[in-house]
């Protein structure tokens, strides 16, 4: 039996414990809650990676180690995350369930306190973060951005997104950009450290065997001495219903491809996380481009040829929808044709029963097989935390079981094209 329970620890530090014997291992994660924004986004992206480096008690990487070593081989890795349009930096834990380990061990306490001690006592020198450990960190970050053009189809779904939503905080990637990232010093990184302890809401998560009042305890002590402001910076989420023009916008780009990328973006029409038709959105996703068997994939895909690959995805907190294909440089006309011709049949249902049904089992599985995962199940209820909901996923697997073909066709019915941005070869 799984129970859930949320309360908040502190002012803005909010927990949510699964308690579940499902697992072996227990899974615990802290993030600080930022409004992604281009002026802070790559300094709170470096942030974990910089405290992770070391604390007051294990100034150095072999330390730490060690220290996990002692929670039986546990693990506790940064983590940058982009919800919507808010940022989630802090560190992912996992270790040992208590009841695997040898007699009366008590890992929980253990893990949540080297938790806390890595977000409040780090290894510092003269008032600020480690010159050395700033500058390691911070070329591995100003790394982490060039080598996002090495995978061209995340590429170019990271360029439509930034063109796309140009002066709204979702057009900034949860890396930053590279010439703030090389700005950052060691000062200027502590002063942000700062900034977010006293200011950013934090979002607590336990799934193990633990009662909540357990996990409370040890996570209530470890986090004794964090600073908090008096009015704290809650990210905001700004759904665009519609598209920002009467005409699609077209944005090319040439490199030195074999093989075209073509992405295109759509307003949901206010459909998210947020509505009373989001099963609905989930299910119409899965149907035109979400799964192996959808329209996109068995119609551009297999039966055309069009596309060597061609998918949808949703950003169900900001109201926006994704198709992202590969082609050859000559089909462009032919594929975009043919990717909203797909789209035309979902809005006007045409489209078998079969082809519903399978799409309500794809998203149906996939919430369950999330519930088995802990870090899918982690990363769901982040989610829930950032929109400010408490539904667990068999509630949501509910309503997409009772999605009727009408509720589809509707929610289809909303999307507008918004950007087209094609990655073309430079002799094309």
Request: charged share 25%; aromatic share 8%.
């Amino acid at each position: 039996m799984t129970q859930v329970t949320h309360r908040e620890l502190l002012p803005g530090v909010r927990l949510t414990a699964v308690q579940t014997n499902k697992f072996k291992s227990n899974l615990l994660s802290l993030s600080l809650m930022a409004p992604l924004a281009a002026e802070t986004a790559a300094a709170n992206a470096l942030l974990p990676y910089v405290l992770r480096r070391g604390t007051r008690s294990h100034p150095d990487m072999e330390a730490l180690s060690a220290a996990l070593d002692e929670l039986y081989g546990g693990s506790i890795e940064p983590s940058v995350r982009k919800k919507g349009e808010a940022q989630a930096v802090g560190f992912v834990a996992s270790f040992l369930d208590d009841a695997y380990a040898p007699g009366e061990t008590r890992i929980l306490e253990s893990a949540a306190g080297l938790l806390g001690e890595l977000l409040l006592r780090p290894a510092a020198e003269d008032g600020r973060f480690r010159k050395d450990y700033v500058e390691g960190e911070r070329s591995n970050l100003i790394d982490r951005i060039q080598a996002q053009v090495n995978e061209k189809r995340s590429y170019s779904i990271l360029r439509l997104t930034q063109e796309m939503c140009a002066g709204e905080p979702y057009g900034v990637d949860r890396l930053g950009d590279e010439k703030s990232a090389a700005a950052i010093t060691a000062e200027g990184l502590w002063e942000r450290y700062q900034a977010l302890l006293a200011q950013a809401p934090v979002e607590l998560y336990y799934c193990g065997s633990a009662d909540a009042d357990r996990v409370a305890a040890a996570l209530s002590a470890a986090l004794d001495g964090l600073p908090r402001g008096a009015e704290l910076d809650e990210p905001d989420h700004g759904v665009q219903d519609n598209a920002t023009q009467e005409q699609p916008r077209l944005v090319t780009e040439a490199m030195d491809v074999t093989q075209g990328k073509l992405a295109l973006g759509f307003r949901t029409g206010g459909a998210c996380v947020w509505e009373e038709d989001y099963p609905a959105l989930l299910v119409f996703n899965a149907l035109y481009g979400g799964t192996p068997t959808s329209r996109l994939f068995l119609n551009v895909r297999e039966k055309l040829s069009l596309c060597y690959f061609a998918s949808s995805m949703l950003e169900k907190f900001k109201g926006v929808m994704v198709v992202s294909s590969g082609i050859e440089f000559a089909n462009y006309e032919k594929a975009k044709a043919e990717i909203l011709a797909q789209l035309d049949n979902c809005r006007t249902g045409a489209f078998e029963d079969w082809e519903l049904e399978g799409a309500r089992r794809a998203v149906v599985s996939s919430l369950r097989a999330a519930m088995d995962v802990q870090s899918r199940l982690e990363d769901y209820w982040l989610g829930q935390a950032v929109a400010g909901l408490e539904e667990p996923p068999q509630d949501l697997v509910d309503r997409v079981e009772a999605v009727t073909r009408a509720q589809v066709t509707a929610v289809a019915g909303k999307m507008e094209l918004d950007t087209i941005y094609f990655l073309k070869g430079k002799e094309d």
